[in-house]
């Protein structure tokens, strides 16, 4: 994004929805089974502010909200026309809540019921080196802390700090090239703390084309390390994520951008 002017604002609304089934383990009575089946929204807000010559700070606060899958019919037929493998879909009920993992026959986790609430705040601290015509590099860092609640998943229970470096690169006239890689350091939390690890490795890269000074479409994959210690769980281990989209600019100051992830 581009530098902020020393007390200049600059406000950042995401929703973004999640739906998910995944079921690993040979019966629901084994000893090692996992089954996570249900749809979860995010409503983040970040708001930043200008600071000097090169620096911003902010805050992110999300609002999280896990319920039943009532997106599963649109994620299926989604599948169904890009082609892509239904996993455990066929014939799982639809509109469904369970998140369950269990570990050497301890229940680690156990939801069934819709939870919703606040989510853990971050503070953001932004130095912004280089901002060019057609390029731009900027150092990020972020404490979160653990303001929601773990025990309805809206919260880790522990306090992180993150570190990356981002870039955007232009191409040519109407390509752009962008990235970011980081690591976390995960404080002692309260979802699954016995198998969590202590720190992990993130990073992404997109390409997007300007159609018009008001389209802009672009395809990105992200990806993390592993949160969790080995198991045979695949669902814990790293994570690769491609996703979608554009965005169109609505005004001069606000924009909408929209993405599917897979």
Do not use: C
Not at 174 to 196: A, E, H, R
Not at 206 to 218: D, Q, T
């Amino acid at each position: 994004s581009e530098r902020l002017a020393d007390g200049q604002w600059q406000g950042l609304i995401a929703y973004g929805l999640s739906n998910t089934l995944n079921i690993e383990g040979e019966s629901a009575d084994a000893p090692d089974y996992l089954l996570i089946d249900g749809e979860t929204a995010v409503l983040d807000m970040q708001f930043l502010r200008g600071w000097g010559d090169k620096w911003a700070l902010g805050i992110h606060l999300p609002f999280i909200q896990h319920r039943g899958g009532q997106l599963d019919g649109f994620t299926k037929n989604y599948h169904d026309e890009l082609g892509l493998p239904d996993g455990s879909r066929p014939g799982a009920p639809g509109d469904r809540m369970a998140f369950i993992v269990r570990h050497r026959g301890e229940e680690l986790l156990n939801l069934s019921e819709p939870r919703s609430g606040m989510g853990d705040l971050g503070l953001l601290l932004i130095y912004q080196w280089s901002d060019k015509e057609g390029s731009r590099q900027s150092l990020h860092a972020k404490l979160k802390l653990p303001t929601g609640d773990a025990a309805d998943l809206t919260g880790s229970g522990g306090v992180d700090y993150a570190n990356w470096l981002a870039f955007e690169q232009r191409l040519a006239m109407n390509w752009t090239m962008s990235g970011y890689l980081g690591f976390v350091l995960l404080g002692k939390g309260d979802i699954l703390p016995t198998l969590q690890k202590q720190s992990a490795f993130f990073g992404g890269a997109g390409l997007e084309w300007s159609y018009s000074s008001r389209l802009v479409l672009r395809l990105q994959a992200d990806m993390h390390s592993g949160l969790y210690k080995e198991t045979d769980f695949r669902f814990l281990n790293e994570a690769l994520i491609l996703n979608m989209g554009g965005a169109v600019a609505l005004t001069d100051q606000l924009a909408l951008d929209v993405a599917v992830g897979e």
